[in-house]
């Protein structure tokens, strides 16, 4: 069974970071380039970022790029993703994904004062 357990999410004031973590299972990510997804509360699903299976190459969405990266270590299979400079529209239930389909069960970021 794959599975993709994204940890670290919680509450923050505008402007913090929170680091996430996805712990994967029952599959290599090594073989994968890897992505957070986010979906904010009534909205549709946000590509966040990418990473490409080795961790050298890396794509952000404009709304988080210069305050958001994105790494693995592919030794440990997982995958993270820094936060920074946080905003209330960054809001949301993280989802660690393989590829772009595959979704774990995500953690939650609330970014308010």
């Known amino acids: 069974e794959v599975q993709l357990q994204a940890s670290g999410g919680g509450l923050v004031q505008p402007g913090g970071s929170l680091r996430l973590s996805c712990a994967a299972s029952?599959?290599?990510?090594?073989?994968?380039?890897m992505s957070w997804i986010r979906q904010a509360p009534g909205k549709g699903p946000e590509w966040v970022s990418s990473s490409d299976l080795g961790g050298v190459m890396s794509s952000y969405a404009d709304s988080v790029k210069g305050r958001f990266a994105i790494s693995r270590d592919n030794a440990k299979n997982m995958l993270f993703l820094q936060m920074n400079s946080l905003k209330p529209e960054d809001t949301a239930a993280y989802y660690c994904?393989?590829?772009?389909?595959?979704w774990g069960q995500g953690t939650l970021v609330t970014v308010s004062s």
């Open positions: 029952g599959t290599i990510i090594g073989k994968y380039d």
């Open positions: 994904v393989i590829g772009l389909d595959y």
